[in-house]
């Protein structure tokens, strides 16, 4: 069963293992020598670390999935939550573009949204919310804050009857990130 470790921690005893991949042998022990996951290979009698990947910023074509933090007259600001289905706590925000899209509200603060990168210029990333799987996976009623039902191109509050238009995605109310976050 692996264990989460830190650099000089005591994995086992020299008698008992080898130093592998990722430790070192301090004369007594075998020691970690970066944050990862301790392995004991048992059969073999030797301790290996294994480095913990975890992306923090997302690269041209990721698919990100975010939380809308601030709408603005041509653009929305966006916290990224996942990249490519794998969650990231780095809280790194990306801008996408809505003055293109024939909607009245693209999206609105605290949409739950899918977008694409595009690109990186000037120290900030850039998404786009062109294709049907990109936009609004989760949202609530504006008016009433109750849960919403798609009507087409539009929503409709189940409670109030509110209705509202917003780029929803292909996946709206499908995804298991919805779910997730009810």
């Given amino acids: 069963m692996p264990d989460s470790v830190l650099p000089g921690d005591t994995l086992a005893t020299i008698e008992e293992y080898a130093a592998g991949k990722n430790t070192y042998d301090d004369g007594e022990m075998i020691r970690s020598t970066i944050v990862g996951e301790s392995n004991i290979i048992k059969n073999e009698r030797i301790v290996n670390v294994k480095n913990q990947e975890l992306r923090k910023f997302p690269e ?10 601030a709408v603005m007259g041509s653009m929305i600001a966006v916290l990224i939550m996942f990249i490519n289905s794998k969650p990231v706590k780095s809280h790194v925000e990306c801008i996408c573009p809505t003055r293109n899209i024939r909607k009245r509200n693209i999206a609105l603060a605290k949409d739950v949204v899918k977008l694409k ?10 998404a786009t919310l062109n294709g049907p799987e990109l936009g609004v996976l989760f949202t609530k009623c504006r008016k009433c804050g109750k849960s919403v039902k798609p009507l087409r191109d539009i929503i409709k509050c189940t409670e109030c009857g509110w209705t509202d238009d917003r780029k929803l995605s292909s996946d709206f109310l499908k995804s298991d990130f919805v779910k997730v976050r009810e």
Avoid: F, S, W
């Fill in 60 to 69: 041209v074509d990721d698919i990100v999935i975010g939380t809308v933090e």
């Fill in 117 to 126: 990168i595009v690109g990186k210029l000037n120290g900030t990333i850039h």
